[in-house]
């Protein structure tokens, strides 16, 4: 079974600041998935990033990146020079690879303020 | 290339009736997922279809739910008879694997 944990559930972050969001995870198979998706107000699911468990070097996606550690288990989004639009729910996720159901945290809502 | 379309958008029933929520995957893949999002909580698994099969409805309601993805058209969850507590987000994702994982923008279930 896998398990994401986000102990954050909420954060307020001045505008222009870094934010790191956190999430740790638990599983038993070798190969994994890691995901970040950004849910805003209108309620749509956003891809933001993933990260391969296999995978050497941390996943970055403009000002999004991922910071994997892989034997503390956990998988935090950085965001670089938050912007007011960055204001919104924030989920981990995972999965693993054969039967790729993911497996979702119960997010952070990040609100950031001019 | 069109995403994963989700239809309705938004869904009003009362206490009783059925709800019938359609998706379409994205061109090419074939697998589809089912998620659920209640208010203020993060997406839950429900169902895993590939074409006219069910490879895992572990996070299925054991009554008044199924699901199906026929050999043409689209995917539908179906829930009978539906109560105040079926109120939710629900999500449709398709994937030909874990890399190409897309979701829909969701149907909003209101039972009233």
Redo the contacts between chains.
Sequence with gaps: AQK?TQTQPGMFVQEKEAVTLDCTYDTSDQSY?L?W?KQPSS???I?LI?QGSYDEQNATEGRYSLNFQKARKSANLVISASQLGDSAMY?C?M???G?????????TRLTIIP | NAGVMQNPRHLVRRRGQEARLRCSPMKGHSHVYWYRQLPEEGLKFMVYLQKENIIDESGMPKERFSAEFPKEGPSILRIQQVVRGDSAAYFCASSHDLYGYTFGSGTRLTVV
């Design positions: 994401i998935g995901f998706y309620g749509e699911m891809f993933y989920f996720a999965g693993g690879f039967n790729e159901k993911l497996t979702f945290g119960t997010g």
